[in-house]
T-cell receptor, first 113, second 114 residues
Framework: DADVTQTPRNRITKTGKRIMLECSQTKGHDRMYWYRQDPGLGLRLIYY???????NKGEISDGYSVSRQAQAKFSLSLESAIPNQTALYFC????????????FGPGTRLTVL | AQSVTQLGSHVSVSEGALVLLRCNYS??????LFWYVQYPNQGLQLLLKYTSAATLVKGINGFEAEFKKSETSFHLTKPSAHMSDAAEYFCAVRGGGGADGLTFGKGTHLIIQP
């Protein structure tokens, strides 16, 4: 079984709709992250969380919100989706900072029409 | 702020040839550097990471990278390319100054010619 899972894997929605992407992990890690990937731009950090009470903005948090429901669950929401939020979204987890490895989920491909 | 530059959005090599993917970083503190690989329609997988224990780092699938502080570089190499190495490769630096998360380069698409 995968250690980091994301649902849905693919989603097509319309401009203005609210959408939630979910991430679950069985690795027992405290740190969780949301990134978006755009062709030619690499991955950029949206939000990260050190634990259920500690949420931090990343490089591109505008237009997004997150919820850390439990150690194992970290959700990303788009309150009112817009077409330039069309991207591949990845969740990641890590046990600690510094040299500790971040483990990535399989990604969610989101298309906003 | 930390940043990563990957030279060449696409690199093409022949099967059996040397693979060299370039990465330069900018960091005001000792960097934590990583190389990840992304196969088509998959997530990212760690290839190797620099932990300051050794400047030459060996990773999975025959890849290695050398940390050169004087050149602020962390280039990825593999002596002999295989068709299965075709993928997107990302160099990344871990946050500093209280911040967390990875700062990624824009990626290099490795093409293997038969």
């Amino acid at each position: 079984d995968a250690d980091v899972t994301q649902t849905p894997r693919n989603r097509i929605t319309k401009t203005g709709k609210r959408i939630m992407l979910e991430c679950s992990q069985t690795k027992g890690h405290d740190r969780m992250y949301w990134y978006r990937q755009d062709p030619g731009l690499g991955l950029r950090l949206i939000y990260y969380s050190f634990d259920v009470k500690d949420i931090n903005k990343g490089e591109i948090s505008d237009g997004y919100s997150v919820s850390r429901q439990a150690q194992a669950k970290f959700s990303l929401s788009l309150e009112s989706a817009i077409p330039n939020q069309t991207a591949l979204y990845f969740c990641a987890t890590a046990r600690d900072r510094g040299t500790d490895t971040q483990y990535f989920g399989p990604g969610t491909r989101l298309t906003v029409l | 702020a930390q940043s990563v530059t990957q030279l060449g959005s696409h690199v093409s090599v022949s099967e059996g040839a040397l693979v060299l993917l370039r990465c330069n970083y900018s960091s005001s503190v000792p960097p934590y550097l990583f190389w990840y690989v992304q196969y088509p329609n998959q997530g990212l997988q760690l290839l190797l990471k620099y932990t300051s224990a050794a400047t030459l780092v060996k990773g999975i699938n025959g890849f290695e990278a050398e940390f050169k502080k004087s050149e602020t570089s962390f280039h990825l190499t593999k002596p002999s390319a295989h068709m299965s190495d075709a993928a997107e490769y990302f160099c990344a630096v871990r946050g500093g100054g209280g911040a967390d998360g990875l700062t990624f380069g824009k990626g290099t698409h490795l093409i293997i010619q038969p």
